[in-house]
């Protein structure tokens, strides 16, 4: 019996992971900046194309990670400066260039770096309980999910660089009048949403297939998870994933995987009914 | 202008009348136009790659050789990207526009179903060259590829035979995906086989955590594995990882998809599959074909067996057309009714069946081992596509048009 409690735990946080993971930096550059990023998927393939070559010439696979969310971040800056800082004022045409962005990548990578690229393997572990077995990675996996929740949380809402990011976002006029240096928090917060768009990257790496279009996996998912979400990115993200995680996991479980899809999509189609402000519009609501 | 220059210029005109007398000669044989629908770009673009390459160097090859019928070939590539709507664009503008005189591609069944009806409506050739779910009757096309009887009815009674009768299945969710496993249901239960648990995915997924556990819950002997595509090639890597550890049997995996090249060892440990070609083949024949190929092509991963039989498409239009004497559809079928179509290929000698216009194919039933060597398990020898002739497709009587499976046989008539 526990070995089921265990199994639905389990599946849940592969989903919830999978959801948080893709969704955090978008729901930064989407949610709080207001660009529709269309490149999201590229930056998370940026961080599993880099992980998986610094782990081919000899890097170890931690290590690779994190400098491949770096990487994807120190893209994220140069891409704001040079393309996303026009369209902060023309949110459709910043869908447009992004859009454009992406094309351009996707080909690009197929044309330099080939259609597949050889995996480099999920790290070693597993574990029985009951009749099933699990993998211990997408534990690790759960782990940074809830990580990189905490790791915001505590950017945006404990340290003065959140207060002045927030407050840009909400009200830019403003907080330049005060002093504040726009520029430089626009461009530092869209650093931090691509680096964690290259950190979900480096993260799947080694228990997906590498080809150039592989961000488009993710995409579905995250820009459902940060809509859903609303408003407010913070309090809504991980709410979000919490309620898309249970119920496609419970579709999946009994279903299988069409229904899983269908209905989580069909869950985000109500949920847009009827809170169009999305999930956090209640629960900062009931907060007040 | 002095004379020097005058004289130049007289040479000049000389020798481009020369030339214009030599285009001309060449206009009276214009190139034949071979139309090309391969994805090289997009999801499947790594399986298309090798298809437009093998294309490639079976054209070269005969044009180096003389022709078809002493005329050259033209190769006209579009890339639809994967994508159905635009495979029929592409059919249209091909067969329309650039009025080519055969067409060859198409990857997954639903871009050939896509592509069907508007080569229907011509009357041009229309090779596909994948292996694929089979019961195609229809005069306009001649596959090229391995079909359900070359590969299921061999591999699955094979697999029960030394893993035991219980199956559990997971396909992609579209019509190659859908038929195959009705193809598994037919001949697991005339074998007296259990199919335990049956998963159709959706293109484009990527996580299978559930989809392991649900296979553990299910308990097989077996996995019957027709996923399609990178995203749900990552359940490999997954179920690996999970510590799944159960044989797994394909018609599409390492030979086509070559995972084993793809994936770090041990994910693929334990796959078998039923195949006409995989790059492992040693005869001389294909060892010199592999020479070839890797010559042309040095950053081929793998030459799969889609490519292989794209590039024996090339041939068999040839052979057909050589033989006809003609570039007609018409006399190309009178040359297959006569059961004489036939090419040498790599694996040996293929022809094509009167009644379906499919390939025979010499098969050979491959492991996997745990660093991902490939070993031969049985040479089946040459096995004719025998099943649509069986159940009643004759297509040197009747051109049917459709897709059989075996629930949906024709009439009798």
Redesign the interface.
């Known amino acids: 019996m526990s070995a089921e409690v265990f199994s639905v735990f389990y599946q849940f946080a592969d989903v919830f992971a999978f959801l948080i993971l893709s969704a955090a930096g978008l729901a930064i550059v989407f949610g709080m900046m207001g660009v529709i990023n269309m490149a999201h998927g590229e930056f998370i393939m940026c961080g599993a194309y880099v992980t998986v070559g610094l782990v081919n010439l000899g890097v170890p696979l931690a290590i690779a990670q994190i400098l491949a969310a770096l990487t994807a971040g120190l893209i994220g800056v140069a891409v704001e400066f040079l393309i996303v800082r026009r369209f902060y004022k023309r949110p459709l045409d910043s869908l447009l260039a992004t859009w454009g962005l992406s094309l351009i990548v996707t080909q690009s990578m197929l044309l330099i770096v080939g259609s597949a690229v050889r995996g480099i393997g999920t790290p070693e572990g597993s574990f029985a309980i009951g009749g099933y077995t699990f993998s211990t990675y997408r534990l690790v996996l759960f782990g940074c999910a809830v990580a990189v929740l905490g790791g915001l949380y505590i950017v945006f809402m404990k340290t003065r660089f959140g207060v002045i990011a927030r407050a840009t976002m909400q009200n830019a006029a403003m907080a330049k009048a005060l002093g504040a240096r726009t520029g430089r928090i626009y461009s530092i917060s869209f650093g931090i949403g691509t680096g964690l768009a290259g950190l979900c990257g480096a993260l799947y790496a080694p228990t997906m297939t590498l080809i150039p279009t592989m961000g488009a996996t993710f995409v579905v998912e995250s820009f459902v998870t940060v809509v859903i979400g609303g408003a407010n990115v913070l309090l809504g993200t991980a709410p979000a994933a919490v309620f898309l995680a249970i119920i496609r996991m419970a579709l999946n479980a009994s279903y299988g995987q069409i229904i899983g899809q269908i209905g989580m999509l069909v869950a985000v189609i109500l949920i847009i009914r009827v809170l169009p402000e999305g999930l956090s519009s209640v629960l900062v609501r009931r907060g007040r | 202008m002095n004379s020097g220059r005058k004289l130049g210029m007289v040479l000049l005109g000389a020798m481009l009348g020369t030339a214009a007398g030599v285009s001309v000669a060449r206009a009276a044989e214009p190139p034949l136009k071979v139309g090309l629908l391969e994805d090289?770009?997009?999801?499947l673009?790594?399986m298309?790659?090798p298809k437009l390459h093998g294309s490639q160097l079976a054209v070269e090859e005969i044009n180096k050789s003389g022709g078809i019928l002493g005329r050259q070939i033209e190769l006209i590539h579009l890339d639809p990207q994967g994508d159905n709507a635009r495979y029929q664009e592409f059919g249209r503008r091909l067969l329309n526009r650039d009025k080519v005189d055969v067409l060859i591609g198409g990857i997954t069944s639903a871009s050939r179903e896509a592509l069907r009806p508007i080569v229907d409506r011509t009357s041009t050739p229309y090779f596909y060259t994948n292996q694929y779910e089979g019961g195609v009757c229809d005069a306009s096309m001649i596959s090229m590829g391995a079909v359900p009887e070359q590969q299921f009815s061999t591999l699955i009674p094979w697999m029960v035979e030394k893993f035991g009768k219980k199956v559990y299945v997971i396909a992609a969710?579209y019509n190659f995906g859908q038929i195959s496993a009705e193809w598994n249901r037919k001949i697991m239960k005339d074998l007296g086989g259990e199919v335990v648990g049956e998963?159709?995915?959706?293109l484009?997924?990527?996580?299978f955590?559930?989809?392991i556990?649900?296979i553990?819950?299910a308990?097989p002997d077996w996995l019957l594995t027709i996923n399609v595509g990178?995203?749900q090639?990552?359940f490999f890597?997954?179920a690996?990882?999970?510590?799944?550890n159960l044989p797994m049997g394909s018609s599409i995996k390492v030979m086509l998809g070559f995972e084993h090249?793809?994936?770090?060892?041990p994910?693929l440990n334990n796959m078998h599959a039923t195949a006409n070609w995989f790059e492992e083949i040693d005869t001389p024949e294909a060892t010199e074909f592999k020479k070839r190929w890797h010559a042309k092509f040095p950053?081929e991963?793998y030459i799969n067996d889609m490519g292989y039989n794209a590039y024996n498409a090339l041939y068999m239009y040839k052979a057909l057309v050589e033989k006809a004497k003609s570039i007609k559809l018409d006399d190309m079928r009178k040359v297959i009714a006569t059961g004489d179509a036939c090419i040498d290929a790599p694996e040996g000698k293929v022809c094509i069946d009167p009644k379906s216009q499919h390939t025979s194919h010499r098969m050979r039933l491959i492991s996997v081992g745990p660093k991902h060597e490939v070993k031969v398990e049985k040479d089946y020898g040459t096995i004719q596509p025998y099943w649509l002739g069986e159940i009643g497709c004759d297509l040197t009587k009747k051109n049917d048009k459709d897709q059989y499976t075996p629930s949906h046989l024709p009439k009798k008539s």
Do not use: C, H, W
């Open positions: 090289v770009s997009g999801d673009a790594f298309g790659m969710d998963e159709f995915i959706p484009g997924v990527s996580q955590a559930q989809t556990q649900n553990q819950k308990k990178a995203a090639d990552s890597e997954q690996a990882a999970a510590n799944l090249k793809r994936f770090k060892p994910a950053d991963l």
